[in-house]
């Protein structure tokens, strides 16, 4: 009964384009909770059930039945992404109202057709099980997602973002079909079954590495992540939101989906798998820290939270080639588990920088500055998602890296020398991207919300409306019940890995108790200490309150008429580290340097921008030749209609030709 209503909002999503502006955004925000609450009671049934559900017959392909199946895995990466959508769907009433005035019905229409087919298209990723059908889907998703990103297609930086993206889509839905096509080569079935006959007969390396490469893409890993830096900034703050909350998450589904299948080579793998994600996790955090355009310093501490999720599944595989049921399960849940906590205070983070950009109309933060005044609620939710995505207590956010952290201590008590060497090369490298995560986010939002107004705005910011803080409210409640009832979701995840197939699945849950009992009194310590620093200003508060209270500005260090330029920029913030990490963190000056006799130098203006390492060493290098080989065949785009007539003579006198010699039959 519920996938009918799934298929019926399928159909009617064509009805946007019809109806009038102003009702297009009501009609999208139903047909999404349609799409919800029918999936979402299909994945509550596979989770409590523990067994899949296997909906009715949609289609046959290729000679293959392609039906909807929502396992376990499936149900949790449903319920993550209908929540998110959930969430985006709500922030884009209020934050899509300064646009309804600039964009057509059509236009307007569009982008709630492309929303809509995004969630899904994604949904549709979960469910099916034939190789194909895959493809079409995940290709569905990418050029809805695309659709969503040049949003503010008249900006020629936000079309090529989208381009861009679309592009490396493809690159990643090229090696997904090599994939399936090798399968079906050995196999002759395009059928998930397939992978256990084929794991089961050959290497598992080659084939997997393959996908990882595909899925990589999508999740966003090192060196596969370029697109994100580009798309997250281009595309509206509610699409940003779920692209690096759900649709990076899509490529980790694809890799567990994939794991699930495995028949040997966990060792092996794992220690790949983790050496690739300590990479991610460090790079993305190090570019997230000197970034100054907010949005972009999100997407690469999107970047940096794929790394984190990389080291627990690389612990998962390693546990299973070592027979270590507690590894496993501190691995594999505590990926799981990031999954879903990085697409809570990912996503609460996305809307909070899409209320200030919204209110300023800029995405430097070197140009904002004091915002805590004006948009009082917004500072919170911000400092919120930033203390979540730190890994502080009592956030959610330090629940999954305490699973994590507890499982690389579980792996240090190895015999194996070579995977001790590596675990504490990770428990370093996870310990650097947890304290630069917190410089990172103490610069934003000290820039940001903190000191006084760097440059003045063409309007004075507000808080935003209703509509725009309480999907950010939803966000924060589900957040501290992860924080403060780990044990609930933990249980759950338990439940997707014990269904996720083959014979590793064989860990009692029961067992591993204790680690979320030692989260809730971690958490519980915190809350309590924080409750002690709130009552101490409460109480400060009733003592001075009948009493005289003078402002007076902050003390200069004897300068006697202090202006907004004395105070630290997002630049001058993380100066110190760039330096440090001038190897990989790429720093293009625009400053003309004094001369040696310029004793009065002229008036000067500095500006300093970061590049990629990745994109400007190897990929705009490998790109530029491409395009530079490609211009010695010009002349064969010549624009000569004559030309064009020859080439169809000379191709048709050759197939004739090859006819008669019979070379083609």
């Known amino acids: 009964m519920e996938i009918s209503f799934f298929i019926l909002a399928l159909i009617l999503s064509f009805a946007i384009f019809f109806l009038p502006k102003r009702l297009q955004y009501g009609f999208g925000l139903f047909l999404h909770s349609i799409v919800i609450v029918a999936t979402s009671i299909l994945a509550v049934d596979a989770l409590i059930s523990g067994t899949s559900t296997d909906p009715p017959l949609l289609a046959n392909i ?8 929502i396992d376990e895995l499936s149900a949790f990466f449903i319920l993550v992404i209908n929540f998110t959508m959930f969430t985006g769907a709500l922030y884009a009433g209020g934050y899509l109202k300064l646009y309804l005035a600039k964009k057509n019905k059509t236009e307007m229409g569009l982008h709630f057709f492309s929303f809509l087919w995004f969630h899904i298209s994604m949904l549709l990723v979960c469910m099916v099980r034939d190789g194909l059908a895959f493809l079409i889907v995940w290709e569905v998703m990418s050029l809805s997602s695309m659709l969503l990103v040049i949003f503010d297609h008249n900006n020629p930086k936000t079309l090529n973002a989208g381009i861009n993206y679309l592009v490396q889509m493809h690159i990643s839905v090229t090696f997904l079909a090599i994939g399936f096509i090798w399968v079906y080569s050995q196999t002759g079935s395009l059928s998930f079954d397939a992978f256990q006959d084929y794991f089961g007969a050959n290497s598992n390396i080659w084939l997997f590495l393959i996908f990882f490469t595909g899925f990589g893409i999508k999740a966003g890993f090192v060196p596969l992540h370029t697109w994100l830096p580009h798309a997250h900034p281009a595309a509206p703050s509610h699409v940003s939101g779920v692209m690096s909350g759900v649709i990076v998450k899509l490529g980790i589904y694809g890799i567990f989906r994939i794991i699930s299948f495995l028949k040997a080579d966990f060792l092996l793998l794992g220690e790949i798998v983790i050496s690739i994600s300590v990479l991610t996790g460090v790079y993305g955090i190090l570019n997230a820290a000197v ?11 999107t970047i940096e939270n794929i790394g984190i999720i ?3 599944i690389g612990l998962g595989l390693m546990g299973i080639g070592n027979g270590s049921p507690v590894l496993y399960y501190l ?4 990926a799981l588990l990031h999954v879903l906590n990085h697409s809570l205070f990912k996503s609460l983070l996305f809307y909070s920088a899409g209320s200030v950009y919204q209110q300023t109309h800029t995405r430097d933060m070197d140009h904002l500055g004091g915002l805590i005044r004006r948009m009082p609620k917004t500072a919170v939710l911000f400092l919120i998602g930033a203390l979540a995505i730190g890994g502080l207590p009592p956030f959610n956010g330090f629940v999954s890296e305490f699973v994590l952290y507890s499982g690389l201590l579980e792996g240090l008590k190895s015999t194996d020398i070579s995977q001790i060497s590596l675990l504490v090369f990770t428990l370093a490298g996870l310990s650097i991207i947890g304290g630069i995560s917190v410089l990172t986010f103490t610069k934003t939002f000290g820039t940001i919300f903190l000191g006084t107004e760097r440059r003045p705005l063409h309007h004075k910011p507000v808080e935003v409306s209703a509509i725009m803080l309480v999907p950010q409210y939803l966000i924060v409640a589900v957040m501290l019940s992860v924080a403060f009832f780990p044990q609930f979701y933990l249980n759950t995840i338990g439940n997707v890995l014990s269904g996720m197939g083959n014979n590793f699945a064989l860990y009692r849950v029961s067992e591993y ?5 030692s989260i809730a009194n971690i958490n519980l310590y915190s809350l309590l200490f924080m409750a002690i620093i709130a009552l101490s200003w409460f109480a400060r508060s009733l003592v001075l309150r009948n009493k005289s209270n003078k402002i007076q500005p902050t003390w200069g260090c004897a300068y006697i008429a202090p202006n907004n330029r004395m105070q630290y920029t997002g630049k001058s913030f993380s100066k110190s580290l760039s330096k440090m990490f001038s190897f990989i963190l790429i720093e293009e000056k625009k400053y003309k340097e004094l001369k040696a006799g310029e004793i009065f130098p002229e008036n000067r203006k500095h500006g300093s921008h970061y590049h990629d390492f990745i994109e400007t060493r190897f990929i705009n ?3 530029h030749r491409l395009v530079y080989a490609s211009n010695y065949f010009k002349f064969i785009q ?7 007539v020859w080439y169809g003579i000379v191709f048709m006198l050759t197939i004739f030709m090859l006819t008669i010699f019979n070379t083609l039959k």
């Not at 010549?638 to 064009?644: A, D, F, I, K, L």
């Open 638 to 644: 010549n624009g000569r209609v004559q030309s064009y």
């Open 513 to 517: 108790s204790d680690y979320s009992k």
């Open 62 to 69: 290729l000679g293959n039945p392609v039906f909807l199946v």
């Open 291 to 301: 970034h100054r355009d907010f949005k972009q310093m999100l997407a690469y501490c």
């Open 310 to 312: 990389g080291i627990g």
């Open 331 to 334: 691995g594999f849940g505590g």
């Open 621 to 623: 290098i490998i790109t």
